[in-house]
């Protein structure tokens, strides 16, 4: 049994890094029809920012706000300048976060110099509960996970400009027709997916050595659990993240650790050869 609890609360922690990152991907996805390939790096700058904050002997709460927001202004800054560009070539767009994303992270690596970095638990130790201990950092990446599934549900539908958002991804002649600026729900669109990249870097960076490459680990799993959920839905790649973080965190208690990412990749490959249009159809909430 205490193995059991164990097995369900690493399964549910490491679900809930996967939930952050691909709300984000989800969001852009959903939104401006193309894939941010450049989104693991956007991960990768929310995670540099809480290092700089350890760096310079600030408080890490204030990197935990600030790698959001920072992340948020340079999603902003690349749409504004760059990916708005492509809107009508899904594929170079692409192509182009995909160049972004490079440059990013060459540029990171060389500021880290190659080295891997260690940053502190902003909450380290752990919680005794029933005679098993619990890291008290996962249960707050949980907790946050939790929070802001539930703040960015609540825009989407008890809001103005959330209707604006849905709106505009189910018909976006019909909201422009109406007088609704598209381009500038794009922006903010970008922004908020960058933002929530920027988030979960912060938050999972204490739990992994930051290098230059901690954000492609997750990119491949964030845009499967895209492709299971479904396109153009905000509950779908939830879903879709709960079933590949499961699978990737489940899998090596089952098989030997070297097969369990083959083994995810096969099986989420598999649920989209035989329901391509993922769990959940287009236009479902």
Known sequence: ????????FDLLG??????LIVLGLGVIASMMGIFNFAHGEFVLLGAYTLYLFQEFGLPLWTG???????????GLVLERLIIRRFYSAPIIAMLGTFAIGLVIREVVRGLLG?????????????VTLGG???????????????VVIGASWAFLTRTSMGLRIRGSLENPMLARACGISTTRLYALTFAFGSALAGLAGALIVPLYQLSADIGIRFLVQAFLSVMLGGVGTFVGPVLGASVVGGMASGLPWIVPPVFADPFVFLIALAIVKFRPQGFIAQGKL
Not at 14 to 19: D, Y
Request: aromatic share 8%; glycine share 4%.
């Open 1 to 8: 049994m205490d193995n059991a609890v164990r097995l369900a």
């Open 14 to 19: 490491f679900t809930s890094v996967i939930v």
């Open 64 to 74: 935990l706000i600030a790698a959001p927001i920072v992340v948020a202004l340079v």
């Open 114 to 126: 190659g080295h891997y970095k260690s940053i502190e638990e902003p909450l380290a130790g752990a």
């Open 132 to 146: 098993l201990e619990f890291s008290i950092w996962r249960s707050v990446i949980i907790v946050t996970t939790l």
